[in-house]
C-alpha cells in the first residue's frame, strides 16, 4: 500500500548525511529502501507492501539524495520517543511516478 506522509522532516549531519524522520508504523520494516526519481518525489520502501510517500521534499535536502548511498530512517512519536532506527538505501529511479501509481492502482483492485 502507497501512503502519502504529511508529517516527515530530514535532519542533515554536519558531514552532509540525510537522516528521514517519520511517525511509527504498526509492523517494523524489511529489507527498506528510498527512491528519488531526481525531481521532488521521494518514496520510502519499508518493504514490499509498506510504500510511504514523500512530496514536496526541499531541494537542498533532495541533492543530498544524489551523492549519499543510504541514509538513516527514525521513526518517533511526536513527543520524542523513538520506535525504530533503521539504514535505507538511496535508490535513483526516474520512473518513480509511474510506479506508485501502479502500486496505488494494484492495491486498489483496478
Same mark, same amino acid.
Given at each position: 500500500?502507497? *501512503?502519502?506522509?504529511?508529517?516527515?522532516?530530514? !535532519?542533515?549531519?554536519?558531514?552532509?548525511?540525510?537522516?528521514?524522520? !517519520?511517525?511509527?508504523?504498526?509492523?517494523?520494516?524489511?529489507?527498506?529502501?528510498?527512491?528519488?526519481?531526481?525531481?521532488?518525489?521521494?518514496? %520510502?520502501?519499508?518493504?514490499?507492501?509498506? !510504500?510511504?510517500? *514523500?512530496?514536496?521534499?526541499? !531541494?537542498?535536502?533532495?541533492?543530498?539524495? *544524489?551523492?549519499?548511498?543510504?541514509?538513516?530512517?527514525?521513526?518517533?512519536?511526536?513527543?520524542?520517543?523513538?520506535?525504530?532506527?533503521?539504514?535505507?538505501?538511496?535508490? %535513483?529511479?526516474?520512473? %518513480?511516478?509511474?510506479?506508485?501509481?501502479?502500486?496505488?492502482?494494484?492495491?486498489?483492485?483496478?
Amino acid at each position: 500500500m502507497v *501512503l502519502t506522509e504529511e508529517s516527515f522532516d530530514f !535532519i542533515i549531519s554536519a558531514k552532509g548525511r540525510p537522516t528521514l524522520v !517519520i511517525l511509527p508504523r504498526d509492523e517494523a520494516p524489511s529489507s527498506p529502501f528510498i527512491v528519488y526519481d531526481r525531481g521532488s518525489r521521494l518514496a %520510502l520502501f519499508r518493504s514490499r507492501y509498506d !510504500i510511504v510517500e *514523500l512530496q514536496k521534499v526541499p !531541494i537542498e535536502v533532495r541533492r543530498r539524495f *544524489l551523492i549519499v548511498e543510504s541514509i538513516d530512517v527514525v521513526e518517533m512519536y511526536e513527543n520524542g520517543t523513538v520506535v525504530r532506527q533503521y539504514t535505507a538505501n538511496v535508490v %535513483l529511479d526516474g520512473m %518513480l511516478k509511474s510506479k506508485l501509481k501502479q502500486e496505488r492502482k494494484a492495491t486498489l483492485g483496478g
